[in-house]
């Protein structure tokens, strides 16, 4: 065995591991509330979601429950993720782990900013917000715009971690950059034409 085969099989070290943990930890957590909302549930509804989509999730909405439950496994996806990157894996997996964590952290990151950005410009002057709307407004303001924030930057340290000793980390280096670049031309692209 060669010293890069060692290299590609050892486990992460303890102290490097805990941005992996911690994105993974973030994923699952995160997943909670939509599968609690598809479930049925209602408490937190409001701080998370508008009031017309929390009406929605009480009045069990078909289509909105599916987006619940997408939203959710999608975010298991993400602590799935955190995980994966724990480990040495072969070119293409690596390189496919580049690009998801350096997309979902690009992703993460921009949309906590302008979470954050957007609800301090709209407090700054609410007199055209209705007044129902500013309680959500300072839940993504103050927690869900940092916890978004939290999240990107926990995907982005575990890939940067994961990167180190890889054997083709030319070509993860160039899969993490086509996925962050992707991530942020489609949150820019969706803001301009008014989306996101």
Sequence with gaps: MTASQVNETAPRS????WAGYGAAAWGFLFAMPSFYWALGGTAGAATMISSPLARMAQDRVTWFLVVLWVTGALKVVGGVLGLALLRRWGTGVSRL??????GAGV????HG????VQGLLLQADSTGIAPE?????RWYTYLWGPWFMTGGLL????ARVHLRGLSDRPGAVVA???GGLGALGLSAATLALGIG
């Design 133 to 137: 709307s500013l309680p959500a407004i």
């Design 113 to 116: 900013g302008l979470f954050v």
């Design 176 to 178: 993490g950059a086509v």
């Design 155 to 158: 995907f982005l340290m575990a």
């Design 107 to 110: 992703l993460l990151l921009w």
């Design 97 to 102: 782990l580049q690009l998801a964590a350096w």
């Design 14 to 17: 303890r102290r490097a591991a």
